[in-house]
């Protein structure tokens, strides 16, 4: 069975940093793309970035690029977002997420809040 | 970027009856190696997003037959033959197509009237 646990959110002061993390079982991790996608509350899914399944190729959202980082541990089995520079507005629920034809398996999601 | 557009944004059923829902992009989602990456989730209250249906309309393992995608190109339909009350939640499309980024439509909520 597939799963992707992810840790690390909480609240933080906006400029500070945070680095979540997911743990994925139950499948070959080295072999998947996978993503970060977020969700603000009561909004809708937005994606944040992307990484190839050896690591050597990354994407990013506009809204992140230049203060998040997408980072794998494929002989962990793990998934990193380092987090910099955080803003009000990156206050959301943020998944990881696995890739195949698009996103198919979704974490259960880690909570962060960037509030003063 | 590609903009996916959905609608309508709430939609009250009735248990038993028909719904669809609407989601259309503002590019052609055929990629060059001739699939479409045209994805619908289903996410209920509380819960993290589940994947239904991939390259438009192969249904997902565990997906009631109830659930069907169809459409081309630009223009996708997500039908549900006979709403049951589990089917509450909000539903949305996603394209993998032209990347990055992926993009996701805005959500149509389901809800039983």
């Known amino acids: 069975e597939v799963q992707l646990v992810e840790s690390g959110g909480g609240l933080v002061q906006p400029g500070r940093s945070l680095r979540l993390s997911c743990a994925a079982s139950?499948?070959?991790?080295?072999?998947?793309?996978m993503h970060w996608v977020r969700q603000a509350p009561g909004k809708g899914l937005v994606w944040v970035s992307r990484?190839?399944?050896?690591?050597?190729?990354?994407s990013y959202a506009d809204s992140v690029k230049g203060r998040f980082t997408i980072s794998r541990d494929n002989a962990k089995n793990t998934l990193y977002l380092q987090m910099n520079s955080l803003r009000v507005e990156d206050t959301a629920v943020y998944y990881c997420?696995?890739?195949?034809?698009?996103?198919?398996?979704w974490g259960q999601g880690t909570l962060v809040t960037v509030s003063s | 970027d590609v903009v996916m557009t959905q609608s309508p944004l709430s939609l009250p059923v009735t248990l038993g009856q028909p719904a669809s829902i609407s989601c259309r992009s503002s590019?052609?989602?055929?990629?060059?190696?001739?699939?479409?990456?045209l994805n619908w989730f289903q996410q209920r209250p509380g819960q993290s997003p589940r994947r239904l249906i991939y390259?438009?309309?192969s249904r997902d393992s565990g997906v009631p037959d109830r659930f069907s995608g169809s459409g081309s190109g630009t223009d996708f339909t997500l039908k549900i033959s006979r709403v049951e009350a589990e089917d509450v939640g909000i539903y949305y499309c996603?394209?993998?197509?032209?990347?990055?980024?992926?993009?996701f439509g805005q959500g149509t909520k389901v809800e039983i009237k």
């Open positions: 590019q052609s989602l055929v990629h060059s190696d001739g699939n479409t990456y």
């Open positions: 139950g499948f070959t991790f080295s072999s998947y793309w």
């Open positions: 996603m394209q993998g197509t032209h990347w990055p980024p992926w993009t």
């Open positions: 990484i190839n399944s050896d690591g050597s190729s990354t």
């Open positions: 997420a696995r890739n195949k034809g698009g996103i198919d398996y």
């Open positions: 390259k438009v309309s």
